[in-house]
Nanobody, 126 residues
């Protein structure tokens, strides 16, 4: 049974930083692309960043490019999202997800992901 558990969310002032973590179990982690998505109040869930299993390919939403960095430690079965220069519009519940099929490159499409965490709240105050 695949489990994804996010942590690291919280309340931060605009311009600040947070690092989210997502610990995975129940899958051969290094074979699966991982993604981060977010959902703000009243909005649909949207893509944030993704990384292939090897870490060699990354993909970012334009809104976070240059501010957020996705990384992974396959020895620890963990994917991270370093978020810098946070803005109030980054406020959302952040979800990590694993692609349904192995050896993907990290899709922007939610439909490519079959496993989801429970989410962690990030609130950026001005």
């Amino acid at each position: 049974q695949v489990q994804l558990v996010e942590s690291g969310g919280g309340l931060v002032l605009a311009g600040g930083s947070l690092r989210l973590s997502c610990a995975a179990s129940g899958l051969t982690f290094s074979k699966y692309a991982m993604g981060w998505f977010r959902q703000a109040p009243g909005k649909e869930r949207e893509f944030v960043a993704a990384m292939s299993g090897s870490g060699g390919t990354t993909n970012y939403a334009d809104s976070v490019k240059g501010r957020f960095t996705i990384s992974r430690d396959n020895a620890k079965n963990t994917v991270y999202l370093q978020m810098n220069s946070l803005k109030p519009e980054d406020t959302a519940v952040y979800y990590c997800a694993a692609e349904s099929s192995a050896y993907g490159l990290g899709s922007r499409r939610q439909g490519a992901y079959g496993y989801w965490g429970q989410g962690t709240q990030v609130t950026v105050s001005s």
